[in-house]
């Protein structure tokens, strides 16, 4: 058997395999400003749908992206580096590879005021910079896409017939634009 970057010498789950529902809903409610490592000017990209789905909900998001530099993504201007922000951002969105996860933690935790999470995003995992980062009290999510996390905390997932294990009597309310849209905020029950 290969090991997978995720597994246990001896086979057993992570505490990174799993997390509380809370523990998301928490993070997702807390977090008011994202730096998205990764960002992409291309609209078929994952990484511009999470980045347009997060700004229609309301987070302050700076894309990051050294090849876009200077540039505006979804009218928010592109920074070139998390060193290169000049501000404090709430949670680290990684849409790197595993690999480019580890440098991306370090260049995180060198910032004045370091992040309170840092996100690797689906695939992304680096169990050592996850370590180093809860070292220094920073909640680190793994292997998880906040957009489909807060789709399905919402209830907004089951729209499109997905089981989001979620059950609630509340509506959703017209956004502008006449499209709705559930919150995490608008959710009454606890997970």
């Known amino acids: 058997m290969i090991p997978t970057h995720d597994a246990r010498p001896d086979g057993l789950p992570t505490r990174h395999d799993r997390y509380p529902d809370a523990l998301i809903r928490r993070l997702l409610r807390e977090t008011r400003s994202i730096a998205l490592v990764g960002a992409s000017a291309n609209p ?31 009218g928010r201007p592109v920074a070139a580096s998390l060193s ?14 595993s690999a480019a996860a580890g440098p991306l933690v ?17 695939g992304v ?4 910079a996850a370590s180093l980062a809860e070292s220094r009290g920073i ?37 502008r634009g006449g499209v709705q849209k559930l919150t995490i905020e608008s959710r009454g029950g606890r997970s």
Do not use: H
């Open 125 to 128: 995992r680096n169990d050592a």
């Open 139 to 175: 909640t680190v999510v793994m292997n998880r896409c906040p957009k489909i996390e807060y789709g399905r905390l919402s209830g907004e997932i089951g729209w499109t017939g997905v089981n989001s294990r979620i059950i609630s009597a509340k509506k959703p309310v017209l956004a």
């Open 84 to 97: 290169a922000l000049g501000r404090r951002v709430d949670m680290v969105e990684i849409f790197r590879n």
């Open 106 to 122: 370090d260049e995180a935790l060198a910032l004045p005021e370091p992040p309170r999470v840092i996100w690797m995003q689906l």
């Open 44 to 74: 078929a990209r994952p990484s511009w749908i999470v980045l347009k789905y997060l700004l229609d909900r309301g987070y302050d998001v700076v894309p990051v992206n050294p090849g876009l530099a200077g540039q505006e993504l979804l």
